[in-house]
């Protein structure tokens, strides 16, 4: 029996997936940007600029994107091992979620902000992150994808009303209308600028009406 239980021995939790080796360079320069010499920051050059694994768009090494696509597909299937319990609830990550957008932006933020709890000295922010992040992002999931791919992935149901929003009419329609408010805008611009119009009184002054100085 001892060896039976050996043989089947398993950890009672698995560890939070560690992203790859171009991955782990993108986080460094990111914190050499903050806090590395002023010789270091200069050859890193614009912060803003450097990759953020958190934004995958950001990202436009094709190896450092191949390593977050990796990493975020580990830690979906982490979390879906570690985290849900009852499958029908609607609480599992879809396998489809590349397919999904917005899994994609938030996912990348929930494994940035699990990767960032677990090297803080202390548990406050993984409380956070059990408190706050996973549920709401399980809440989010839970709301837009409803039961749509529960077996099999879905097509996007909102396609025909994108198809509308982006169509020659459409945005004719909104271009119109910011033109008009921009035309509104130099008008009232005109109006401020233009110089007051001052008013004759009885007695042969003149006075400023908005402001009611008398001349």
Not at 50 to 64: A, S, V
Not at 106 to 135: C, F, I, K, M
Not at 198 to 210: A, M, V
Request: aromatic fraction near 8%; proline fraction near 7%; charged fraction near 25%.
């Amino acid at each position: 029996m001892a060896g039976e239980q050996a043989t089947h021995a398993s950890p009672l939790v698995a560890g939070f997936p560690a992203p790859g080796s171009r991955v782990q360079k993108a986080y460094h320069h990111l914190w050499e940007a903050q806090n590395g010499s002023e010789e270091r920051k200069k050859k890193l050059g614009n912060p803003a600029n450097l990759p953020r694994p958190w934004d995958p768009t950001t990202c436009l090494d094709r190896g450092l994107r191949w390593e977050v696509w990796l990493w975020l597909d580990q830690v979906a299937e982490w979390i879906n091992t570690e985290y849900v319990w009852e499958g029908s609830g609607g609480g599992c990550i879809p396998h489809c979620w590349p397919l999904h957008p917005h899994l994609v932006h938030e996912l990348a933020v929930v494994a940035d902000q699990r990767r960032r709890a677990g090297h803080a000295p202390t548990s406050d922010v993984l409380e956070n992150w059990h408190r706050y992040v996973l549920p709401g992002f399980v809440d989010r999931m839970r709301q837009r994808l409803k039961q749509s791919c529960d077996d099999e992935h879905q097509t996007w149901p909102s396609r025909s009303r994108y198809t509308r929003h982006t169509s020659e009419e459409a945005s004719a329609q909104r271009l119109r209308a910011f033109e008009s408010d921009l035309f509104a805008l130099a008008h009232d611009e005109d109006v401020r600028s233009a110089p007051h119009q001052l008013t004759l009184l009885d007695g042969g002054d003149l006075i400023d009406p908005s402001t009611g100085e008398v001349f």
